[in-house]
């Protein structure tokens, strides 16, 4: 069961370290830190489009301090844009005073306004600039590590162990999920849509189970080996003076855009 803990992110090696790029180099925390005050500046910066245009300067150049390509960051941000245009599909049609289009659909007469579009471009703006900030954090961040990031920012210890070990065995159950699924595809000839989803049935409840009595077996297991609530770490994280600088330019580069009168 040991080998499967495999964790080549907790020890990396310092050439590693010097090949990555600076964002991917600083103290999980500072980049927490960041990250959360570009995000809190995109939902409170005021509806105006020269302060989204600004936002959008420091947001960017966060993304591009790390090592991985602007255009993969972005496209991993785009995934909230369904999201986002799902939940303001609406606002055209519920805000404003000067009708722009008119649609007439029977009983139903849907008006446009200037407005509303405005609104609808505010909310996906915000959305995907949020999405940019978090997404470049993501993508320069070990999971073990912003996990204990979170943790030295005064995140509940219990939701920080809940969050480490959910990510720890997280592979163990997609292994245990994908024996399940060949033993089925080995026992059944053919497909069916009423066997296959009585299968699946029976499959999610199996690795329930089997989750359960690993979760024991887990925890049986640190209860012998002393474990006192916190996970001691072979590299602890160090916070320099880079590491504020960048904390704290991006606070203040949030607040400004966010608060200072244009």
Do not use: C, Q
């Not at 080549?8 to 600076?22: K, N, Y």
């Not at 809940?162 to 059944?188: G, H, I, K, P, V």
């Not at 297991?221 to 006192?228: I, K, P, V």
């Amino acid at each position: 069961m040991s080998g499967a803990h495999d964790h080549p992110e907790i020890d990396r090696p310092a050439s590693a370290l010097e090949a990555a790029g600076f964002l991917e180099r600083r103290d999980a925390r500072a980049k927490i830190v960041a990250a959360l005050a570009l995000v809190l500046a995109a939902v409170l910066v005021k509806e105006e489009r020269n302060r989204l245009l600004l936002l959008a300067l420091p947001v960017l150049a966060f993304a591009s301090l790390g090592k991985t390509p602007l255009p993969r960051v972005l496209a991993r941000a785009s995934v909230v844009l369904p999201f986002a245009l799902l939940a303001s599909v609406f606002l055209p049609f519920v805000s404003g005073s000067h009708v722009v289009f008119e649609w007439n659909l029977g009983p139903v007469r849907l008006h446009a306004t200037e407005e509303g579009f405005a609104r609808l471009v505010s909310v996906v703006a915000r959305a995907s600039l949020s999405a940019v900030a978090l997404a470049s954090l993501a993508l320069s961040t070990d999971l073990s590590d912003l996990v204990r990031g979170l943790s030295g920012l005064g995140v509940p210890r219990v939701l920080a162990i809940t969050m480490s070990f959910t990510l720890r065995y997280l592979s163990l159950l997609r292994d245990e999920a994908r024996r399940l699924a060949l033993a089925r595809e080995l026992r059944t000839f053919g497909w069916h849509p009423r066997l296959a989803l009585r299968s699946m049935g029976h499959a999610a409840g199996t690795l329930f189970v089997r989750t359960f009595e690993r979760a024991e077996r887990v925890h049986a297991a640190m209860a012998t080996r002393g474990f006192d609530g916190s996970i001691p770490s072979l590299s602890p994280p160090r916070f320099g003076l880079a590491d504020l600088v960048l904390a704290l330019v991006a606070a203040g580069l949030a607040v400004a855009i966010a608060l200072v009168p244009i």
